[in-house]
């Protein structure tokens, strides 16, 4: 196996055994042939759609597939080879309905196929991100499919609350197709800025489904105590299956609490209404081990940030969407028109001991830009008034690695006339000190998920707007920006399709970039390292 997509990479370089995050060789190697299946759909897409033949259900597919293989998704081989073969069903669907030769056509993996995993993962080797011999080329064309994974899941999200754009989808088949092409760098590179224009599209498309289906985030303060009740703790991203948990849960003396990236649910109107909606427990993602032991119930992945699950709870936790794990129970997607049967959960729910209370008091939530844009004028003046010097951007994810105190560190160490704009489970890294308020604006606006991430870059342009300002980089604003998985690629992306330049990203920098790419990325948008934290304040202070 060889696997560098995310941020603690094997001493930063690559994964080759076992992948930092759990994932076994087996599952490596399912993943990379489950990405070429991808490939192949995506040219014979390409070629659908110029001829009128096409299909949403393609893009769809595509998308959750490359869902599937996001870091801490899904682990389960089973799962993985289903989608693999249903991949090369709807190729060879695709494929009858093309007629002549395709360009950058790939050979037949179909053959290849056999039910021992073993067996089939002897031929990923011809596949895998080593495949492509020359690095730069590799590290471009690597960069785009990782960008290609995060706005897979944000279109999945949508899709789920029944938001979808062809175009998106037409988007990742052609980005996913240029990967078997020669192409010049100069249009590799463009595709990679193309790319950030869809993560921007993407994440509209979600942010619209989710406040038309939940409403707009609001200033919320969010308990993370625990109550007398047996409870069910829900993670990962998912705001139907949120919905339909808490649907399923009311009346029956179970609670219903967020964990992790869920922790913005809290802040949606339409979930307020439910009295056994308790409140977040516990923190961020790499903490679930221990987190998921005390809590005592039953616990509902939805999407990636799932670990490897101990024996301490493993009869307690359950996937469900594209999250899957070797023993675990899967909630089967909800039926046309239906809803997932959360019972067993429940059922269970009601035989366990209430959580083991971990901590108590409150965090304060809920400023997506909607939020955020009611309170312009108060802000503005702030600016104005100097009151308010500086925004700091520190979204992005959170990870095991004890380099990330440096997050904690900044928010400590930033003056008090500076405020902090986060979304993703990053914020955890500092959303529970005690910075205070500017005026009554809290030094940490929380916009929610790293599907978020939208809400900064609307807040950045509405600023920018009422400043009368020609260039985004002319806000007093600086990027400290924390990457783990693709997801956060996808912001990052996004976030130079707009033309952000001088992002600090961190802990490290990706190991799938090349020196040449980086030094390319460097050149065009001031990328950097984060270095030692007493620098970096003084540098974004002066922003540079």
Known sequence: MFCYQCQETAKNTGCSVKGVCGKTEETANLQDLLMYVL?????????A??????????GLFIAQALFATITNANFDNDRLIALIKEGLKLR???????EGNISGELHDCAVWFSDDVAEFGKKSSEVSVLSTENEDVRSLRELLIYGLKGIAAYVDHAA????????????????LASTTKDMTVDEMVAMVMRAGECAVTGMALLDKANTAAYGNPEISKVNIGVSSNPGILISGHDLKDMQELLEQ??????????????????????????????GNYGNSWWRQGEEFASFNGPILMTTNCIIAVKDSYKERIFTTGMAGYPGVVHIPDRPEGGVKDFSGMIELAKKCT?????????????FAH???????????????????????????????HKTRSYFTDVARELPKDTVILTAGCAKYRYNKLDLGDIGGIPRVLDAGQCNDSYSLAVIALKLKEVFGLEDINDLPISYDIAWYEQKAVAVLLALLSL??????????????????????????????????????????????
């Open 92 to 98: 060879n669907e695709l494929k009858k309905k093309c």
């Open 160 to 175: 789920v609350l029944g938001l979808e754009d062809e175009k998106i989808y037409d988007f990742l088949m052609e980005a």
């Open 49 to 58: 759609k110029e001829t009128g033949t096409s299909d949403r259900k393609y």
């Open 370 to 400: 909607n939020q955020v844009l009611e309170l312009a004028d108060k802000v503005v003046e702030a600016v104005k008034s100097g009151a308010i010097k500086r925004f700091i951007v520190m979204a992005g994810c959170d990870g095991r």
């Open 354 to 366: 209430p959580p083991v209370e971990i901590e108590t008091g409150e965090i304060v939530g809920g």
């Open 499 to 544: 033309g952000v330049k001088g992002i600090r990203l961190g802990p490290t920098l990706p190991a799938f970039l090349s020196p040449n790419v980086l030094s390319v990325l460097v050149d065009k948008f001031d990328i950097k390292s984060i270095r030692d934290v007493q620098a970096d304040v003084e540098a974004m202070i002066k922003g540079v």
């Open 39 to 47: 490939k192949g759909l995506s040219i014979y897409g390409e070629k």
């Open 249 to 278: 849960t009311e009346g029956t003396g179970v609670d219903v609490y967020t964990h992790g990236e869920m922790l913005p649910a809290n802040s949606y109107p339409a979930f307020k209404k439910y009295s056994h909606f308790v």
